[in-house]
């Protein structure tokens, strides 16, 4: 069975300044890693997905997460937010179905001017 | 990419009775799949759309709460039945789509239970 952990409930954060999302797993099995983004009052959107390869990976907007096999985790991190990045984080697992996937309870993003 | 139509967006429901979400995706899909999110919670998978078979439900959810169809390929609805007030949730509708190795979500529909 997979499992996901957030950490953070909540992260705020001011504009221009670093941040780190925590993702944890647990797999039995291979797994491939995703984070989805929900911006308020509008559906999920994916925002990047580790498959294979390289472990870091990154999104057109500036988001890059790291896959570490060893320490089982999945962090998200930005050098520097804006306040359109104010949002809930997902970070999800899914076990070679693609389709399917376990989700974290969410990282609610502040950035504050 | 795909795109998932939800209707309705949100509903509030008197407890007892129930209410039926449906799902329309515009591509070629592969698998369908029903998520609650209960407030302040994560996702959490209900079940697997089966085209023309009885949907796979995940630990905790039952068929006869929560009554699924898929007719055919790009369409599905979801049922919740019985309705109370712990069932205000966000529902969503999630579908995979053929050489595609994400997926993709509806808006959701937001129900409130009374």
């Known amino acids: 069975a997979q499992s996901v952990t957030q950490l953070d409930s909540q992260v705020p954060v001011f504009e221009e300044a670093p941040v780190e999302l925590r993702c944890n797993y647990s797999?039995?099995?291979?797994?491939?890693l995703f984070w989805y983004v929900q911006y308020p009052n509008q559906g999920l959107q994916l925002l990047l997905k580790?498959?294979?390869?390289?472990?870091l990976v990154e999104s057109i907007n500036g988001f890059e997460a790291e896959f570490n096999k060893s320490q089982t985790s999945f962090h998200l991190r930005k050098p520097s937010v804006h306040i359109s990045d104010t949002a809930e984080y997902f970070c999800?697992?899914?076990?070679?179905?693609?389709?399917?996937?376990?989700f974290g309870s969410g990282t609610k993003l502040n950035v504050k001017p | 990419s795909a795109v998932i139509s939800q209707k309705p967006s949100r509903d509030i429901c008197q407890r007892g009775t129930s209410l039926t979400i449906q799902c329309q995706v515009d591509?070629?899909?592969?698998?369908m799949f029903w998520y609650r999110q209960q407030p302040g919670q994560s996702l959490t998978l209900i079940a697997t759309?089966?085209?023309?078979?009885?949907?796979?439900?995940e630990s905790g959810f039952v068929i006869d709460k929560f009554p699924i169809s898929r007719p055919n390929l790009t369409f599905s609805t979801l049922t919740v039945s019985n309705l109370s007030p712990e069932d205000s949730s966000i529902y969503l509708c999630?579908?995979?789509?053929?050489?595609?190795?994400?997926?993709?979500f509806g808006q959701g529909t937001r129900l409130t239970v009374v």
């Open positions: 999630s579908a995979g789509v053929w050489r595609n190795t994400e997926a993709f």
């Open positions: 580790y498959l294979s390869g390289s472990t």
């Open positions: 797999s039995s099995v291979s797994v491939y």
């Open positions: 759309a089966n085209q023309g078979s009885e949907a796979t439900y």
């Open positions: 591509s070629q899909v592969t698998m």
């Open positions: 999800a697992v899914s076990d070679g179905n693609f389709n399917k996937f376990y």
